[in-house]
């Protein structure tokens, strides 16, 4: 079951979609409807300065990386072995082509899973007979999902609920039945309110209702006998309850509180940290991960007829919350956890889990993350993450204890040098310790830098150890790149998520701030060419930062970020409108906050924005919708100030294509440094 802040996280979305352009790119060229320019343009003497030290960054940084190069879509991706052990599915993608391919990993035989023509953001489960692939894609990314069915041996694509009528979720299949799954469906021609929960039957391709939806009903949790056995509600005091069926062998469709026993309870302190992950076969014991019992989230095993909870795991350190976990397939023993610290590390709770973690901690020095295991366990799918090459992918064998290597993400980046990213921790203003990340430009003095101060989104979410194309792509062009993980962020604990409600635009932002200024102190950054750039809640703080202190800020790039408060809050998609009192209880409710929320909307202070802004969006976000650009930049423009707006009608809440992508980047390239200096090979 699921955790409720997800509604805005940044999500870097990469398909093969046809891009439009709005007016506000003619000809393949970006206007930026400039009427006048406050503050006046740097002096002369300013200007040469900047320039000799452009020329200084491009004759001693390392070799350009292009923007086709290092924006491309990774090779390859999301692998997946099959139940038997026998096969690997995975994503390919060419300048020709994406595709899912089949490895048979007996006759090194490769297969092409047919494609669906429809054009969008792609997610693909294996069926276990190996023979199919349930598909899920939306249209050009609004993130309503369609189904498809795709056949590998007869080389068909089935659409079985289009893209865009509807949004479908896949819940998992069904353990006792190799032809079932479970689809959650959001049909947005009937007057629905949330998912409706269906069993899918994959050889004949009908539905079976088996839960009708109130629009409460957050999370559901099946047993391994295929049987809905638990659900998770939402109320309006933002709490989660989760519900126990009296009788699992009930047929009944309706949520019905009389046939369910409420278990669990968590307040909204606790319903964003915790949730179900399994119940075990005697339906005895619930595995969950739960913050009630601490202010960090642990691993917990609780008695259904007891109500007793037992703490499996918890960080050893005591700062940090779990981010994986690995259980036995058959037995659901939990096996080890992996802890997001400065970089992911596992904790072994079993001796032979350990012992085969030490023979994958031998393979490579990366981050190791396991993916997905045959059905008795006997291989895994193993990645390799590190911050200055692509991931790595390996078939590791418990038998052999053997890792095979499988495929590099991205091969063409091989040659060329990344700039390392390093962890770093300060005081914020009020004594809070805030992490984050530093990455410098290769062979720069680290001495007063130009700096682009990258701001996570979410902010439900947190900034991660590993390659980051956004920061190497900064570093590359010889900016200092600072990324915080400010409070309102996840990982550290639900205290240190809380401290954010009620936040956005204040101890949030000045945890930014904070972190400007410690940049700033150590003497790494230049105080007068610090840019601000972030996407989503990211691109909110470059407004933000814009609107309310752009005595910090020399230039900001917000990409898909809400300019009002209010707005954004009215404006959620009906699929997620159970999520509403968890959002007014972190940023606002208009009904009663609305004079807050306004003081810390950038929009109600657009016409007083001095810094050079480019503002990005997309047609299709049903997450932060274009409104939100669209008055800050009407507002602005009505004033005669200065703002550089891009328009993409075919993407949504991140960019959807490659062309989109290159778009972007070179007019970020040339806008950073036009403003704060970095290097610049981007004609006009």
Avoid at 61 to 75: F, V
Avoid at 541 to 550: C, D, I, M, R, S
Wanted: aromatic letters at 12%.
């Amino acid at each position: 079951m699921k955790t409720r802040k997800i509604l805005i996280a940044y999500i870097a979305l990469i398909a093969i979609i046809v891009l439009s352009f709005s007016s506000c790119i003619e000809d393949g060229k970006i206007t930026s409807g400039r009427i006048t320019a406050e503050p006046a343009s740097a002096s002369s003497k300013e200007t040469a300065e900047l320039t000799d030290w452009q020329e200084y960054a491009e004759d001693t940084l390392p070799e350009y990386i292009e923007i086709k190069d290092l924006m491309q879509s990774p090779e390859y991706g999301t692998p997946r072995i099959s139940k038997d052990g026998t096969k690997v599915f995975y994503r390919h993608i060419t300048q020709y082509a994406d595709n899912i391919e089949v490895l048979d990993r007996n006759t090194g035989k490769i297969q092409y899973v047919p494609w669906p023509n429809v054009r969008g953001i792609p997610y693909f489960y294996t069926t276990p007979d190996n023979n199919k692939v349930i598909i899920l894609i939306d249209d050009s990314g609004d993130e309503n999902y369609g189904l498809y069915l795709a056949d590998i041996k007869e080389q068909e694509a089935e659409e079985i609920m289009p893209a865009g009528d509807f949004d479908c979720i896949f819940l998992g299949f069904d353990q006792s039945n190799d032809n079932e799954c479970f689809i959650g469906v959001f049909d947005f021609t009937e007057n629905v309110k949330n998912f409706h929960i269906y069993r899918f039957n994959i050889k004949t391709k009908t539905f079976k209702l088996i839960l009708s939806n109130p629009g409460n009903i957050e999370g559901w949790e099946f047993d391994s006998q295929g049987r809905l056995v638990m659900v998770q509600t939402s109320h309006e005091d933002a709490s989660y309850k989760i519900w126990l069926r009296n009788d699992f062998n009930s047929d009944n469709n309706e949520f019905v509180e009389s046939e369910w026993t409420n278990i669990i309870t968590w307040d909204y302190e606790d319903a964003d940290s915790s949730g179900i992950i399994a119940i075990d076969d005697a339906s005895e014991n619930i595995l969950m991960l739960d913050s009630s019992v601490s202010n960090l989230i642990s691993v917990v095993n609780y008695n259904i007829a007891t109500g007793d909870r037992t703490i499996i795991s918890q960080d050893s350190e005591g700062l940090y919350d779990p981010s994986s976990i690995w259980m036995d397939p058959n037995s659901g023993e939990v096996l080890g956890v992996a802890y997001l610290r400065e970089k992911l590390e596992w904790e072994a709770l079993d001796e032979s889990f350990g012992k085969h973690l030490d023979v994958l901690e031998s393979v490579s020095d990366g981050e190791i993350q396991l993916l997905t295991s045959s059905k008795n366990d006997e291989y895994w799918i193993v990645s390799y993450s590190y911050d200055t090459k692509s991931d790595e992918y390996y078939i590791y064998s418990q038998n052999d204890m053997t890792a095979e290597y499988l495929f590099t993400s991205n091969p063409a980046m091989e040659q060329y040098p990344f700039a390392p990213q390093e962890p770093i921790s300060y005081q914020a203003s009020d004594g809070l310790t805030i992490y984050g990340y530093a990455t410098f430009p290769l062979n720069l003095e680290r001495k007063d830098l130009p700096l682009v101060m990258l701001v996570h989104g979410g902010p439900w979410s947190r900034d991660t150890w590993g390659f980051d194309r956004d920061v190497q792509f900064l570093a590359n062009r010889g900016y200092m790149v600072l990324q915080v993980n400010f409070r309102g962020s996840t990982g550290y604990g639900k205290d240190f998520m809380l401290a954010g409600d009620m936040e956005w635009g204040r101890k949030m932002h000045q945890d930014v701030l904070d972190g400007l200024d410690w940049a700033v102190k150590q003497g790494y950054a230049d105080p007068d060419r610090v840019a601000i750039y972030g996407a989503s809640y990211g691109g909110y703080e470059a407004l933000v930062g814009a609107a309310f202190t752009p005595e910090k800020f020399a230039c900001a790039i917000d990409l898909f970020g809400p300019s009002s408060l209010l707005t954004f809050v009215s404006s959620q998609p009906p699929q997620w409108s159970s999520y509403s009192q968890n959002l007014f209880r972190s940023i606002g409710d208009p009904a009663t906050d609305a004079e807050l929320m306004m003081e810390r909307s950038p929009y109600y202070k657009a016409t007083e924005i001095p810094i050079p802004l480019m503002v990005v969006h997309g047609g299709n976000d049903v997450r932060v919708t274009q409104q939100e650009s669209e008055q800050l930049v009407s507002a602005m423009r009505d004033a005669g100030i200065d703002v550089e707006y891009i328009l993409f009608p075919d993407a949504g809440h991140g960019f959807s294509s490659y062309s989109q992508l290159e778009t972007f980047y070179e007019a970020a390239e040339k806008f950073l440094a036009e403003h704060i200096g970095g290097r610049n090979r981007i004609n006009d």
